[in-house]
């Protein structure tokens, strides 16, 4: 079983701040793309922020940017992965989803869920105002 582990979902209120955490399994994600994606009812997954785990490089979605930080934590040795969100907004409110395991070209991480081959079961995230 290489499947991360996802914790720390919870209801907050509009303007609030939570942070998530993805445990690695079996797996440790070195030299890897990981990412964090969400999914809203109704709604497709999609690609909230992904980092590279040899670089530390990250890219957002223009949607949470500046409002959201995705942060490894390499001195620990699972790799934990975080997901710092402030200013959280209704629109946030969906399952997040942690993912590794990229399968596109080395360094080049995209944020299409597609692209990734182990994901946690998700944590629930809700704002209400």
């Known amino acids: 079983q290489v499947h991360p582990v996802e914790s720390g979902g919870d209801s907050v209120q509009a303007g609030g701040s939570l942070t998530l955490s993805c445990a690695a399994s079996g797996y440790t994600y070195n030299r890897d793309c990981m990412g964090w994606f969400r999914q809203a009812p109704g709604k497709e997954r999609e690609g909230v922020a992904v980092?590279?785990?040899?670089?530390?490089?990250?890219?957002?979605d223009n949607a949470v940017k500046g409002r959201f930080t995705i942060s490894r934590d390499n001195a620990d040795a699972k790799g934990t992965l975080y997901l710092r969100m402030s200013s959280l907004q209704l629109e946030d409110t969906g399952m997040y989803y942690c993912a590794g395991g990229f399968k596109g070209l080395y360094g080049a991480c995209t944020r299409f869920p597609s692209d990734f081959a182990y994901w946690g079961q998700g944590t629930q995230v809700t704002v209400s105002s």
């Open positions: 980092i590279f785990t040899a670089d530390g490089t990250t890219t957002y």
